[in-house]
């Protein structure tokens, strides 16, 4: 079994405003200088180096001192309100792998993208990087609008792209790992731990308008119908970046569903929450469970208009262990103390660190060799959220966690499954 390393400490600092814009060449370097006597005082060794001719035969961007991945997410639009930390998250990683000696001997560089929350953008960027940069994987997308624009030139290019976001599932490409969860372990997960606690037989479903939420919430309704054998009493799906909800509130209050259901993504949950609120429904009289508010999110709608409402997810920041504890501690010493963490940001985290350990399985950057590491079985990695394996079906086997929230903006976490086995395509669905 192949395990990834973490260091213990990654010394920096900064404000939220710096790390929006951009961080600096010089800064990242002051870094990984200040980080890496650390590291080796500490015991770790730094990489072996093979020859740049053994472990690239196919024309990616490596040369005997360096290897360059790239960064693709939303900086701009609707989704930097989501991808913002994920981005965060993939530096900080590179970070500590550079200071620990990098990859097969090779210090990670980094060409990042703005995929600016528009799809057609997003394929265009991930061409570039392919076919100008020759980066060896790409650490980025969120929407899974994104992620189907960007698939097609992942496989023409053979292209590698760790993709941190929970997602609809429905799908495996041999160029993708996907490290958030699918839909068994979210959406199926969550609905039956809120049918068993809060005897729930009525849901109304509520979404942004594009495939995720569509198909999150077909999945949905055939599970509330065919295994829970409750009812789906309306359905409603508003355009991405829409900041009114008025009429579905409306509808909601006339239904008077046990559960609201809500996939509403990006920018547009702050008015879906505040709206909620004013319009008198809370976690005290109502339950909701939302399969897309982190951390993240929580942060631009505020605290106070979640307070009592649940999240479905598979990490939380305030999950109590050594591990967690110190990846939050790192997190914020780089990328500043109030810095959030949400799902997505964790499971972006661990992107970089599982490609390092199935290249190193491999002894290659060629696509096809580390395809055949990822797929071995025996890639695992002691994640914030804590133990994560690496599938041959490229999803992570994971648990599934429900976070009530605070005002403070934080969850409460009331409920851990097991560990569930990544299950993309679900018989019947």
């Known amino acids: 079994m192949y395990k990834a390393q973490v260091p213990k400490g990654t010394p920096d600092s900064g404000t939220r405003n710096e790390r929006v814009q951009k961080i600096s060449k010089r800064r990242g370097l002051a870094r990984i200088a200040a980080t890496l006597p650390i590291l080796l005082a500490s015991g770790f060794a730094l990489a072996q180096t093979p020859p740049t001719a053994t472990v690239d035969t196919t024309g990616l961007a490596v040369s005997d001192s360096d290897v360059t991945v790239g960064i693709l997410h939303s900086l701009t639009g609707t989704m930097a309100i989501s991808e913002t930390g994920a981005q965060e998250a993939e530096k900080l990683a590179i970070s500590q792998i550079n200071a620990m000696g990098g990859v097969l001997g090779r210090k990670i560089k980094v060409v990042q993208e703005d995929g600016a929350s528009d799809w057609p953008t997003f394929a265009e960027k991930a061409k570039k990087l392919l076919e100008s940069d020759h980066v060896a994987a790409i650490f980025g997308c969120w ?39 699918e839909a068994t372990q979210q959406v199926f997960a969550g609905l039956k731990w809120v049918a068993d606690t809060k005897h729930a037989k009525t849901f109304y479903l509520i979404g942004s308008d594009y495939i995720w939420p569509r198909t999150v919430m077909k999945l949905a309704r055939k599970y509330i119908t065919n295994v829970l054998h409750g009812r789906v009493v309306g359905e409603e799906y508003a355009a991405l970046g829409s900041t009114d909800f008025g009429s579905t509130i409306n509808k909601i209050r006339l239904k008077r569903p046990d559960v609201i259901y809500a996939a509403v993504v990006g920018g547009s949950n702050v008015s879906w929450f505040k709206q909620l609120k004013a319009a008198g429904i809370n976690g005290h009289n109502h339950t909701l469970l939302t399969v897309s508010v982190t951390e993240d999110e929580a942060k631009g709608i505020g605290g106070e208009n979640l307070v009592g409402f649940y999240s479905a997810m598979k990490y939380f920041e305030s999950l109590d262990t050594p591990r967690n504890q110190e990846f939050v501690k790192q997190f914020h010493a780089m990328w500043g103390a109030t810095a959030p963490i949400g799902d997505v940001t964790q499971a972006a985290y661990e992107g970089p660190w599982l490609w390092k350990a199935a290249v190193e399985k491999a002894g290659s950057f060629d696509t096809d060799k ?51 086995m990544p299950n993309p395509f679900p018989k019947g669905y």
Do not use: C
Request: charged content about 25%.
């Open 143 to 181: 929407t899974s609008a994104s992620r189907k624009a960007v698939l097609p030139v992942l496989e023409r290019d053979n292209g590698l792209l760790y993709y941190p976001t929970f997602y609809e599932g429905l799908e495996q490409s041999k160029n993708v790992v996907y490290t958030g969860q």
């Open 370 to 420: 580390v395809v055949k590491a990822e797929e071995s079985g025996t890639i695992q990695f002691d994640a914030p959220e804590g133990m994560v394996y690496l599938e041959p079906n490229h999803h992570l086997k994971t648990r599934l966690r429900i976070g009530e929230w605070r005002s403070d903006g934080q969850a409460d976490i009331v409920y851990t499954s097991d560990y569930i």
